[in-house]
């Protein structure tokens, strides 16, 4: 095996790196015949399977004719840097140096292996507010940044950065068999990322030809719910809304009877609190544990092992959900008794929907009174509103380009969610009432399995 090489990592693209030694506390994945892998230009880690591994120098032009990325090619000039560097090694000392060899370079002294994510923090006001990781940190091919933030009984908020660098090799999955039932447009990249960080996953959809990818990834499938919980130490779900969480724990053959003491479940979907409450109070009648885990992100954001997790419930299943959250997210909340998480997750979505019909109203506006709406995105992306949403879901909307990266009859959903718990507490939400008639109106016009960018058509028809 080659020690410099084109590495396939999942979903990402062949990128070039080196086989270098691991650190002697990380364990090889399971049943795998793999290699750890350093890449170029990122200084990132993986375990790489042997057949995702190409020799360089034969598969360059190939590699280089498919990427055309500035990352990439800086990738690519700094492995001609390190050959022609060992090439001026050889003949300095008379030495033959073959990129084909097996020579490995130990990384445990590595400064770019064993860091911290987090770039700093400031203390405002007696609290700790996290500063915006850098730009480098997020834009790497590879990356999962894994931050954890844990609300106190106090109040406060400590911050607690994983030593990982979350190119996936550098987290050690837990040994407990993990199951995870609903593969839509969240949980499939969760599904995916959690094989790759080399868990034991035993999937469940209830359209089965949806597993039979991850079981090619290695996943195994369970018949039913039920039969998952049964089989599996933690059991996530990720669905649609409250009804089909509640289906799913307490339908036929559901989560409920493979539930025994000790087991835990992990509830991903956004519902209402009292959903939560409901579910929460018949895993543990059986004994079993019970943890909250709503997602913020996206399809993209999933993909990319990029959400936002909010926890609420079991803290000992949080921390036993540890190497699990560092895959499939960057930065994870504890925030307490169970529905909690639900009450943050739908006030985030809520303002998100009502941000959403916002954009999409001024777009139509501005056609509406002869304004360019390209320029007006320009103007918008150069002020204090400027962020990858924005230009993703506007740039989509202009395109005409609707593909669902969080369905739209989702956030209107939640919206009607987050209005509901409004009343409940007796509290006003007349931005987000508004913003929920306009997505009805979307939903009316065929949108609902659009992404929610697509409520900018409720305002053209």
């Known amino acids: 095996m080659a020690t410099v090489n084109w590495g396939k990592l999942g979903r990402y693209p062949p990128w070039p790196g080196k086989i270098v030694s691991p650190p002697k506390d990380l364990k090889k994945p399971r049943g795998k015949k793999c290699h750890f892998v350093k890449f170029f230009g990122t ?3 993986a375990w790489i399977k042997v057949e995702q ?6 598969h360059k032009e190939e590699m280089i004719k498919i990427n055309k990325g500035k990352r990439f090619q800086q990738a690519v000039d700094s492995v001609e840097d390190f050959l022609k560097k060992a090439k001026g090694k050889e003949q300095v000392w008379g030495l033959s140096v073959n990129t084909d060899c097996t020579l490995c ?26 500063t915006e990781l850098g730009e480098a940190s997020l834009s790497l091919p590879y990356e999962i940044n894994s931050v954890d ?55 469940w959809n209830r359209t089965a030809e949806k597993c039979d990818l991850f079981i090619q990834e290695g996943a195994r499938l369970g ?77 993209q954001l999933s993909n990319d092992g990029m959400l936002v997790i909010l926890a609420a419930g079991d803290r000992t299943v949080y921390e036993d959900c540890s190497s699990c959250f560092q895959a499939m997210g960057k930065t994870s909340f504890f925030l307490g008794e169970a529905g909690n998480a639900a009450r943050m997750m739908l006030i985030l979505n809520m303002v998100q929907g009502s941000f959403m019909a916002t954009i999409a109203e001024g777009l139509t506006l501005a056609q509406a009174t002869g304004q360019s709406q390209q320029t ?40 009607r969610l987050a209005i509901s718990m409004g009343d409940m507490a007796n509290h006003p939400t007349p931005m987000a009432a508004a913003a929920n008639e306009v997505y009805k109106r979307a939903k009316a016009l065929d949108q609902s399995d659009n992404d929610i960018s697509a409520v900018y058509r409720a305002y053209i028809h």
Do not use: W
């Not at 591994?53 to 034969?58: N, W």
């Not at 770019?112 to 507010?129: A, N, P, T, Y």
């Open 53 to 58: 591994l190409k020799p360089y120098h034969a």
């Open 43 to 45: 200084e990132d880690h």
């Open 149 to 203: 933030l844990i609300v106190k009984d106090t109040g406060s908020t400590s911050i607690q950065a994983a030593d990982s660098t979350a190119i996936n090799g550098s987290i050690t999955p837990t040994d407990k068999r993990i199951g995870f039932l609903g593969l839509g447009l969240m949980g499939s990249g969760i599904v995916s990322n959690l094989l790759k960080m080399g868990h034991v996953v035993t999937v």
């Open 223 to 299: 018949r039913t719910p039920a039969e998952v919980a049964s089989m599996c130490d933690i059991t996530f779900s990720c669905v649609s809304d409250p009804k089909a969480a509640r289906d799913l724990v307490l339908g036929p053959s559901g989560v409920l009877q493979g539930i025994r003491p000790g087991k835990c479940y992990v509830e991903m979907s956004t519902v209402d609190p009292e959903t939560i409450t409901e579910l929460s109070q018949v895993i543990t009648s059986r004994g079993g544990r019970f943890l909250e885990a709503p997602v913020a992100g996206s399809q």
């Open 105 to 130: 370079e130990p990384v445990k002294d590595d400064p770019h292996f064993h860091h911290f994510l987090l770039s700093q923090s400031e203390k405002v006001r007696g609290s700790m507010l996290l």
């Open 376 to 415: 007006f995105l320009d103007i918008l992306c150069q002020g204090q509103m400027a962020s990858t949403f924005v230009d993703q879901k506007c740039q989509n909307i202009l395109q005409g380009n609707f593909k669902p990266d969080y369905y739209l009859k989702h956030i209107q959903k939640d919206l």
